[in-house]
């Protein structure tokens, strides 16, 4: 089963890349969880569609934990450090040795220590732009996903209430149509509607302010809402 199963998706759901902490990788489960446990969602017809989103999850999640059992690390987690490694390997590889007969002509071993070092960290660097660059794929990927995810959950179980002509969020809107613009809220407090680092305030009832970040993007025309 651990072959089998697609531990992209897994990170991409969780919002991770490869290479997290197993302490990050649990409390990024378990905000999944408490997000899409049918306890939250009781009443709703949308029941279905949490409960076999929380079922595919869980059994990722266990297919991750047994992984890391028979390995001690997480899934994908020294692909980059492998890379990385084989570096410096392939340099001595290529490396020529010099006849013994005219040791006059070969470097001194300062010398080519630093030189090794300079290509070593050369190599390094390139690796780790690359892993940067890779890493941030999940997250764009992720983002598509729980939109897709939000809609539909939206169509099936008719919440919202808003005309299908509303696209972005507005002052004065009601909570029914911003959940059919933005979907379920990650946390609610104090009127306060939180989607990542994003939030919406309602006072009354109603949108009243909100802050749309560049690392998770409310549906709005502007960061802030214009005066």
Do not use: N
């Not at 029941?47 to 997480?74: E, K, N, S």
């Not at 010099?98 to 660097?125: K, Y």
């Amino acid at each position: 089963m651990t072959d089998e199963t697609d531990f992209l998706d897994l990170y991409a759901k969780l919002r991770l890349a490869p290479g997290c902490s197993l302490e990050d990788f649990k409390q990024a489960y378990r905000r999944h969880v408490a997000m899409w446990h049918p306890d939250r969602r009781r009443g709703s017809r949308a029941d279905q569609l949490a409960a076999a989103r929380l079922q595919r999850l869980t059994a990722q999640y266990g297919a991750a934990m047994d992984f890391h059992r028979r390995h001690g690390r997480l899934p994908g987690a020294l692909q980059a450090m492998r890379a990385v490694d084989a570096v410096p390997a392939e340099l001595e590889k290529t490396a020529v040795p010099l006849p013994e007969a005219a040791p006059r002509a070969s470097a001194p071993p300062r010398a080519t220590q630093r030189a090794l070092a300079t290509r070593w960290w050369l190599a390094f660097a390139v690796m780790a732009i690359g892993a940067v660059a890779w890493s941030t794929w999940p997250s764009s990927q992720a983002s598509q996903e729980m939109d897709g995810e939000d809609t539909e959950e939206a169509r099936v179980s008719g919440v919202a209430s808003a005309p299908s002509a509303l696209q972005a969020l507005s002052l004065g809107m009601l909570p029914d149509e911003v959940i059919g613009i933005e979907g379920e809220p990650t946390r609610r407090a104090d009127g306060r509607w939180e989607y990542g680092p994003s939030w919406i305030r309602f006072e009354q009832g109603v949108v009243v302010d909100w802050y749309s970040s560049p690392l998770r993007r409310l549906r709005t025309e502007s960061p802030r809402p214009r005066s």
